[in-house]
């Protein structure tokens, strides 16, 4: 026997029995590095009455691509315009993508004589955070998003 052959079997042995591990028990592990679950998120900003108001201070986080890091978007100032389903409101809205466990948020400052709501939903559908402030003042909304349902 060569030296090489007697090196090459032991060596594919361990080869051979590391990937039947890999393929028994690890494929979940290495697809959960390569994969990540994201939410599809929307924020919503919202002010009373019909006509169109300016909210200032628009900020809101999202993610370029799955598993890079999160970015906090500083708009500035946005134009409120109709929402669907919303008759008496006016609002600014945004989509944007987070990965699972990541920091949803939004804030803006409402015009001196009116008040902001906000509201952070997952797949246009489910409420994570919502909240109110002051006339004039800043609304925040935050919540981390969840896991998904396995």
């Keep these: ?10 060596v594919l042995a361990i080869a051979a029995a590391g990937s039947i591990v890999l393929t028994a028990s690890g494929c979940s592990a290495i697809e959960s590095l390569f994969r990540k679950d994201a939410w ?7 002010v009373s009455g019909n006509e169109p108001a300016e909210l200032t201070d628009v900020t ?6 799955r598993r890079e890091p999160v970015i906090l978007y500083e708009v500035g100032t946005v134009k409120t315009g109709p929402i669907e389903g919303l008759s008496d409101q006016t609002g600014w809205t945004q989509e944007a993508m987070l990965d699972v466990e990541n920091l949803a948020s939004v ?13 952070i939903l997952l797949d246009n559908e489910r409420v994570i955070a ?13 919540a981390v998003t969840p896991l998904f349902d396995k």
């Design 1 to 10: 026997m060569s030296l090489i052959s007697s090196i090459a079997k032991p």
């Design 40 to 46: 599809a998120v929307t924020y919503e900003i919202t």
């Design 60 to 65: 809101y986080s999202g993610q370029e691509k």
């Design 107 to 119: 804030s803006a400052t409402a015009p001196d004589d009116l008040s902001a709501s906000c509201r």
């Design 130 to 142: 919502s909240g109110t402030g002051e006339p004039g003042g800043t609304v925040l909304c935050e």
